[in-house]
């Protein structure tokens, strides 16, 4: 896509190179049953990407080989995938930590009303987009009465035990920002969020993280038809912190995407830029015992998007 020329330019972001793999983050493809405007994917109704069945056996074989810890499952709607069950009751049967990216709307779904239940007899944690507790807000990203429909999942989930202080079932939230802005604080916006939606719907959650929109894929054509696009880089670039270096989830995590092909973070994975130093990329077959540790991290300009700021990662500020 155009929005992903910018980046093929020279960066001046710092060099930086990985630490012990912990976390496999796959994507399991780019269906999905929303098209968010703040979405990096570009996930759909009507993709047709999805992961077969003999790509998630080789994933399954790699968190033996390499001795994964977490299993971060993302998409699309990671759901929709055929699979999805098959994979999370193998992982958990690992052992395995399991995290599910939901958009709380899939819950309710046809065909999928059982979800819910399936997610808390596994004992898998959810992460769940809410970009605001505002309904303008959120249906404005995300469409017509998808706030409704998020409220109704979490009443769902916090019925069957999620976010709750006496059960293990995690359910943390994600926040996004509108538009071409960094979030605001972490930690007071969670507060704001917590006694919202307790006062006004009951729900209750455990954290809230907010992500800094990356300038890439749906997220970067708004932001290239609004004239945007080299102004909120500059905002990013501006705005780097360089402690935030020492925890970007790249240095503990591999992306892998649709096809089993490996990245070293998700957005690399949607510019299609091959893991490292290498020139192209690579499967996830293709890849042996030897540690990852101390190997460089491929780095350009949409890097910044981590580094400003409190920064940001797929668990939040960091």
Same mark, same amino acid.
């Given at each position: 896509m155009h929005d992903t020329l910018p980046y093929l330019e020279k960066t001046d972001f710092p060099a930086i190179k990985r630490n012990n793999l912990e976390v496999l983050q796959v994507n399991l493809g780019y269906l999905c049953n929303l098209s968010c405007t703040h979405c990096h994917v570009n996930a759909g109704p009507n993709r047709k990407e999805l992961m077969d069945k003999k790509t998630i056996d080789q994933i399954l074989s790699f968190i033996d080989t390499h001795k994964i810890q977490t299993l971060d499952l993302t998409g699309g709607a990671p759901e929709m995938n055929p699979h999805f069950k098959y994979l999370v009751c193998a992982a958990r049967n690992k052992g395995i930590k399991v995290i599910d990216r939901c958009n709380l709307t899939i819950l309710l779904e046809p065909g999928y009303q059982d979800l819910a239940e399936f997610l808390a007899e596994n004992q898998v944690e959810i992460v769940a987009s809410l970009p605001c507790y505002m309904e303008d807000n959120v249906d404005k990203q995300r469409g017509k009465g998808t706030f409704n429909a998020s409220i109704t999942a979490l009443q769902q989930l916090n019925n069957l035990g999620y976010g709750t202080a006496d059960t293990e079932l995690v359910l943390n939230l994600v926040f996004n920002p509108q538009g071409a802005t960094l979030p605001p604080e972490q930690? /007071? %916006?969670?507060?704001?969020?917590?006694?919202? %939606?307790?006062?006004? $719907?009951?729900?209750? =959650?455990? *954290?809230? =993280? /907010?992500?800094?929109?990356?300038? !890439?894929?749906? $997220?970067?054509?708004?932001? !290239?038809?609004?004239?945007? =696009?080299?102004?909120?880089?500059?905002?990013?670039?501006?705005? $780097?912190?360089?402690?935030?270096?020492? *925890?970007?989830?790249?240095?503990?995590?591999?992306? !892998?995407?649709?096809?089993?092909?490996?990245?070293?973070?998700? =957005?690399?994975?949607?510019?299609a830029l091959p893991l490292g130093s290498n020139k192209h990329k690579t499967h996830l077959t293709e890849m042996t015992r030897q540690s990852l540790a101390g190997q460089s991290i491929k780095t350009l300009q949409h890097c910044y998007g981590c580094t400003a700021g409190q920064g940001s990662s797929c668990g939040g500020a960091l």
């Open positions: 930690k /007071a %916006l969670e507060l704001s969020y917590k006694q919202h %939606l307790k006062d006004q $719907f009951g729900i209750v =959650f455990n *954290q809230l =993280f /907010a992500l800094t929109n990356l300038p !890439i894929q749906r $997220f970067g054509s708004v932001l !290239i038809s609004k004239g945007e =696009f080299n102004n909120y880089l500059q905002l990013l670039q501006d705005n $780097f912190q360089q402690q935030n270096l020492n *925890q970007v989830m790249c240095k503990n995590t591999l992306s !892998i995407d649709w096809q089993g092909y490996v990245y070293d973070c998700d =957005f690399n994975q949607m510019l």
